[in-house]
C-alpha cells in the first residue's frame, strides 16, 4: 500500500498549458504539502494545508493553486505554464513524522 | 527553526559503519533533531528523529550531544543501496514544514 500516491509520475507538456498533479495519502493526516525540487536539487516547500485549510504559501506565484477537496487529497493546478517551472514536485503528509510521494518530474518545452 | 550545517560529501566502504555528523548550534529547547534520506530520484525518506536522547530504530542511531549542539547519524552496516543525500533538519515535533539545506551526498563503495 503507498502511503502518498502522486500522479502522474512523469509530466511533459508545452508553454502556456494548464496542468493538474493529484496526490492522495492514505495515512490519516491532518496536514499534507507540497515541496519542489528544481535543477539545483534543493527541496523547497510550496504550500502546507492542514484539514483542508491553507497553512502556509512561500510566495508562489499565483499561477500555482493548491487545491484540497477533502484532507486525504491535495492536488496541484499549474496555469500558463513557463520554462523555470520545470522541476520534480513532491507531495507530503504529516501527522509528526513527514511521509512523501515518489514525485513528478515535470518538464516544460 | 534553527539552521543545520553538515559537510557536502562523504565515502564510506560496503559493509562499515557510515557515520554523519551535523551541526545546529542555534537549536531550542523545543527543537528535534530529524533526518531524512533522498535516493536518486525518489521521494524523500524519513529515517530517525529525537529530541536530547540517542535513538535508535531499524535503520539508524542517532546520537546527539549533551549540549545539542550536534548530532551523528550512524548507519551501522552501509550497503550500496544507501547511497543518498543525507539531510539533518531540525524542527519542533508538530512543525509544519521541514527546511531542507543541502545535506550530505553519502557514496558508500564496494
Known amino acids: 500500500d503507498t502511503a502518498v500516491s502522486q500522479t502522474p509520475k512523469y509530466l511533459v507538456t508545452q508553454m502556456g498549458n494548464d496542468k493538474s498533479i493529484k496526490c492522495e495519502q492514505n495515512l490519516g493526516h491532518d496536514t499534507m504539502y507540497w515541496y519542489k525540487q528544481d535543477s539545483k536539487k534543493f527541496l523547497k516547500i510550496m504550500f502546507s494545508y492542514n484539514n483542508k485549510e491553507l497553512i502556509i504559501n512561500e510566495t508562489v506565484p499565483n499561477r500555482f493553486s493548491p487545491k484540497s477537496p477533502d484532507k486525504a487529497h491535495l492536488n496541484l493546478h499549474i496555469n500558463s505554464l513557463e520554462l523555470g517551472d520545470s522541476a520534480v514536485y513532491f507531495c507530503?503528509?504529516?501527522?509528526?513524522?513527514?511521509?512523501f510521494g515518489q514525485g513528478t518530474r515535470l518538464t516544460v518545452v | 527553526d534553527a539552521k543545520t550545517t553538515q559537510p557536502p560529501s562523504m565515502d564510506c566502504a560496503e559493509g562499515r559503519a557510515a557515520n554523519l555528523p551535523c551541526n545546529h548550534s542555534t537549536i531550542s529547547g523545543n527543537e528535534y533533531v530529524y533526518w531524512y534520506r533522498q535516493i536518486h530520484s525518489q521521494g524523500p525518506q524519513y529515517i530517525i528523529h529525537?529530541?536530547?536522547n540517542n535513538e535508535t530504530n531499524e535503520m539508524a542511531s542517532l546520537i546527539i550531544t549533551e549540549d545539542r549542539k550536534s548530532s551523528t547519524l550512524i548507519l551501522p552496516h552501509a550497503t550500496l543501496r544507501d547511497t543518498a543525500v543525507y539531510y539533518c533538519i531540525v524542527r519542533t515535533e508538530y512543525g509544519n514544514k521541514l527546511v531542507f539545506g543541502a545535506g550530505t551526498i553519502l557514496r558508500v563503495k564496494s
Open positions: 507530503a503528509s504529516s501527522q509528526i513524522d513527514t511521509f
Open positions: 529525537g529530541l536530547k
